[in-house]
C-alpha cells in the first residue's frame, strides 16, 4: 500500500490549500485515513480523519476550517484548509489504518499502518 501526498504551498494568512492522499494498494474506504502535520521542533500532532464509516474527526485548532472528504472514484482523501493561519505552517502528512480506529487512537501514530511523504505547508502573516 502507498499513499501520495501532494497539494501543499505557500499561501498568505486567510487564504486557502486543499490537499490530495492518493492510495494505492488498498480502498481508502475500507481504511481510517488520517491527516497529521509537524511544525519545526514540535512533535506530530492530529489533524484530521475521516473513518471507512465516513464519520470525521478534528482537532479542536482546525475545527470550522478544515474539512476531510473521501473521493472513492479516485481513491483518495482530501483536506480542504481555508482561513489559514501563521501557526499551520508543518509538514503534513497522510496516514492510513487497515481497521476502525476509536478516539482515543486518532491521535496516535503507532495506530496507522501505512504513511504518505509530507508536504509542506507554509502560511505567511
Known amino acids: 500500500v502507498q499513499l501520495q501526498a501532494c497539494g501543499g504551498g505557500l499561501v498568505q494568512a486567510g487564504g486557502s490549500l486543499r490537499l490530495s492522499c492518493a492510495a494505492s494498494g488498498r480502498t481508502v474506504r475500507s481504511s481510517t485515513v488520517t491527516w497529521f502535520r509537524q511544525a519545526p521542533g514540535k512533535a506530530r500532532g492530529f489533524v484530521s480523519a475521516?473513518?471507512?464509516?465516513?464519520?470525521?474527526s478534528y482537532a479542536d485548532s482546525v475545527k470550522g476550517r478544515f474539512t476531510i472528504s473521501r473521493d472513492s472514484a479516485k481513491n483518495s482523501v482530501s483536506l480542504q484548509m481555508n482561513s489559514l493561519k501563521s501557526e499551520d505552517t508543518a509538514v503534513y502528512y497522510c496516514?492510513?489504518?487497515?481497521?476502525?480506529?476509536?478516539?482515543?487512537?486518532?491521535?496516535?501514530?503507532?495506530?496507522?499502518?501505512?504513511w504518505g511523504q509530507g508536504t509542506q505547508v507554509t502560511v505567511s502573516s
Open positions: 496516514a492510513a489504518a487497515n481497521g476502525r480506529l476509536i478516539t482515543s487512537q486518532l491521535s496516535r501514530a503507532g495506530a496507522y499502518d501505512y
Open positions: 475521516i473513518h471507512s464509516n465516513g464519520s470525521t
